[in-house]
């Protein structure tokens, strides 16, 4: 199928690093990507990675890819309340075409 | 601005009614992917379109149809609606085979009352 898995909520205090887990499904998928949702606004990206890629660090973010397990990750560091949002993971299929996470609502508390 | 544009923002319609939701893309962008947003669905992909032509089509239900016109832009045209047809509804872009994913517009909420 094509169902990708993530957890629905993380809440995480100001300043700690959140890492958001996702599980894909297509082991051939090329690319991986994290959207950021805001809300009210449509999806924007934050990174994404090739798939012979381990890791991608860009600023605070960090991602990590386990294409064995199928399992991607996306590290924020020194979280702030503007990082608030609903993350989505996505992998990219043979037409290019996304296909979406669940998405994880992030909470960032004072 | 993201440079999609997705006309209207909101819309309101009765149940049975037909409605058509606009996306222009990004500028030299030649791909269109059509989403629906919903509270218990998720991003749902409903089709994408390359340059006028249908190329990859999702759960999208047949009360739904869309196109893409020659000067780029698509339209997403819905049906007979009911009220679980209330959702968000999100136009994206993307240069085809781009490694750098897709631009989205900031979508239409459709309400069916």
């Known amino acids: 199928g094509e169902d990708v898995e993530q957890s629905l909520f993380l809440s995480v205090r100001e300043g700690d690093s959140s890492v958001i887990n996702c599980t894909y499904t297509?082991?051939?998928?090329?690319?991986l990507y994290w959207y950021k949702q805001e809300p009210g606004a449509g999806l924007q990206l934050l990174t994404y990675i090739f798939s012979n890629m381990d890791m991608k660090q860009d600023q605070r973010l960090t991602v990590l890819l386990n294409k064995k397990d199928k399992h991607l990750s996306l590290r924020i560091a020194d979280t702030q309340t503007g990082d608030s949002a609903i993350y989505f993971c996505a992998e990219k299929m043979d037409t290019d075409k996304l296909i979406f996470g669940t998405g994880t609502r992030l909470q960032v508390f004072p | 601005d993201s440079g999609v544009t997705q006309t209207p923002k909101h819309l309101i319609t009765a149940t049975g009614q037909r409605v058509t939701l606009r996306c222009s893309p990004r500028s030299g962008d030649l791909s269109v992917y059509w989403y629906q947003q919903s509270l218990d669905q998720g991003l749902q992909f409903l089709i994408q379109?390359?340059?006028?032509?249908?190329?990859a089509k999702g759960n999208i239900l047949e009360r739904f149809s869309a196109q893409q016109f020659p000067d780029l832009h698509s339209e997403l045209n819905l049906s007979s609606l009911e009220l679980g047809d209330s959702a968000l509804y999100f136009c994206a872009s993307q240069k085809m085979g781009a490694s750098y994913g897709y631009t989205f517009g900031s979508g239409t909420r459709l309400t069916v009352v």
């Open positions: 297509d082991s051939s998928s090329t690319y």
């Open positions: 379109y390359y340059n006028g032509e249908e190329r």
